[in-house]
């Protein structure tokens, strides 16, 4: 039986509240009434999997900092940024926060947060354009901080946060919201580190809606056996004029949200980052969102795309 593993840096704080942190092990206890609880067994699909087809309600846009609420609360930022509210719960996918990361530089999306706590910070892989340091020290409010297997230390010695590694099969559960890990196809490792853990997508099921962050991955398996998510964040291309291997292109995303029916795809991913002798209106840096559109109209039609350039604005989606 798989474990997860919690993590902390024996130079940081200890947190004030019912978090706690322990130093590596297999298995660990956790009390009752501390959020999150944690297990690795794993759960059936609660008959979510069949697909009812694409919801007629039309989605709702918001300023930043707007009292709304909604089965699926959204913001895009950028790149593989996501902030997500489900059943009264924040979730944070690979925050960038910054406008420069070595060679490249933020074309458009936003490194601001709305205010207020995150329940969970996850982490998709170690590649320095998702798990960016300088942006985790940001993150004061962030409750849990999910890494990928193997990256706990790197991690817990930059933030305040509980540190959990996770790997595929693995699962949480964040109030009423059940985080089940997702194998993803990429590379783990990171650059100039002899760090490596698994490349990991999350899929979020609250009680009303599910969600699906895949990370970066090309087409897998996996995408046919998920049940149905309400909302996919698929991305559809990457920082440069081309695209290597374990990422999804627009055809490829196209189908993905064919094989995961998906009642609504959010693609992301694209048009934020740039190699900084890039021109902002380089036609590889948009080309992408067109491209996808297109594609998805042709091999899954049911699904509602919400193709939108990346920053603040929310998308309040329905479920079903």
Request: aromatic letters at 4%; a positive charge.
């Amino acid at each position: 039986m798989r474990h997860l593993r919690r993590v902390t840096s024996p130079t940081a704080p200890t947190p004030v509240g019912d978090a706690v942190r322990v130093q590596f092990a297999d298995a660990f206890a956790h009390a009752a009434d501390t959020p999150p609880s944690l297990s690795s067994r794993p759960r059936r699909s609660d008959g979510r999997s069949r697909r009812t087809g694409a919801s007629d309600r039309a989605p709702t846009a918001t300023g930043r900092g707007a009292v709304v609420t909604a089965p699926i609360d959204v913001a895009w930022l950028g790149h593989a940024t996501v902030d997500l509210r489900l059943a009264g719960r924040r979730f944070l996918t690979d925050p960038v926060l910054r406008d420069r990361l070595a060679h490249l530089r933020r074309l458009d999306g936003t490194g601001n947060l709305d205010p207020g706590p995150i329940d969970a910070v996850l982490y998709s892989h170690l590649h320095h354009d998702h798990l960016d340091v300088p942006s985790l020290r940001r993150l004061g409010a962030a409750e849990l901080v999910v890494v990928p297997r193997g990256a706990g230390r790197l991690v817990a010695r930059h933030t305040r946060a509980d540190v959990v590694e996770v790997r595929p099969d693995d699962e949480l559960t964040i109030g009423d919201v059940h985080v089940r890990v997702i194998p993803a196809d990429h590379t783990g490792g990171r650059t100039f580190r002899r760090v490596a853990g698994p490349p990991l997508g999350y899929l979020f099921e609250a009680p009303d809606a599910t969600v699906y962050f895949p990370g970066d991955t090309d087409l897998h398996p996996v995408m046919g056996e998920l049940p149905a998510p309400d909302l996919a964040l698929l991305p559809i291309w990457g920082w440069g004029p081309q695209l290597g291997p374990g990422h999804l292109d627009p055809h490829r995303a196209a189908e993905a949200a064919r094989l995961l029916r998906a009642r609504a795809v959010l693609p992301v991913h694209w048009g934020t980052f740039a190699p900084v002798t890039t021109r902002r209106q380089a036609a590889w840096v948009h080309a992408p969102a067109d491209a996808f559109a297109g594609a998805a109209a042709e091999v899954a039609p049911d699904t509602r795309l919400h193709v939108v350039r990346p920053g603040p604005a929310r998308l309040l989606l329905p479920a079903g």
